[in-house]
């Protein structure tokens, strides 16, 4: 049994649900409430020293960051892949999937918000401003890279998505909700359109998750 612990509205979970419904792989979800400080507690630090989500658990088998999780996936049910069968084709998709993972989703961590707002004194307006800057100019790269990269499929990488699609959604999502003005992604906003057509995207979503309650 695949014991998956995540927060319906982390970004990095989200992604990994994304690809649980791709795959369709059952999980057993455990979910860990950031708001409530759950990811600090002994017993989730036990699981996960970072006190980070989401975390995958396999028997003895503890697995962290969603980018390990997902090439973990898709190595062990490989149907649909995530990654592109040509080896260049993959190191584009990962470097895409990293730019958001590693560069932009990191700025707009609850961990580091609080700690603009407990030690700076930044208030909603402050943070939406910091993510504006940060999340807009990622996301402007992440354009460009898309435009260069367009050939001619509804995804960012073809026809079919993989995970740089699957970081994407959440991605623009989270700066919907940070107010950043994302209109300016024309590529971007057509990519999120295709995935948000398929299922397993509009299943990931934060609102259908059993603790968004």
Request: aromatic share 10%; charged share 25%; glycine share 6%.
């Amino acid at each position: 049994m695949i014991r998956f612990y995540g927060y319906f509205r982390s970004s990095a979970s989200w992604r990994c649900r994304i690809a649980f419904n791709l795959k369709r792989v059952d999980y057993e979800f455990v979910p860990v409430q950031l708001r409530a400080n759950e990811q600090g507690g002994a017993a989730y630090l036990d699981v996960n020293p970072q006190g980070l989500v989401p975390s995958l658990q396999v028997g003895d088998l503890v697995i962290a960051q969603s980018l390990a999780i997902m090439e973990w996936l898709d190595e062990t049910f490989p149907e649909p892949p995530l990654l592109p069968a040509d080896r260049d084709r993959r190191a584009e998709v990962r470097a895409f999937a990293q730019a958001i993972a590693c560069d932009i989703h990191p700025l707009q961590n609850l961990r580091v918000l609080r700690h603009l707002g407990d030690t700076y004194g930044a208030d909603a307006a402050g943070l939406d401003a910091w993510c504006g800057r940060w999340l807009g100019a990622g996301l402007q790269a992440c354009e460009e890279t898309a435009r260069r990269n367009d050939r001619g499929g509804a995804f960012l990488f073809g026809d079919a998505p993989t995970l740089a699609d699957i970081c994407l959604v959440p991605q623009l999502a989270s700066a919907d909700r940070f107010h950043v003005d994302t209109s300016r992604f024309a590529r971007l906003l057509e990519v999120r359109a295709a995935c948000e057509a398929l299922p397993a995207f509009a299943d990931a979503v934060p609102a259908r998750q059993p603790d968004s309650a």
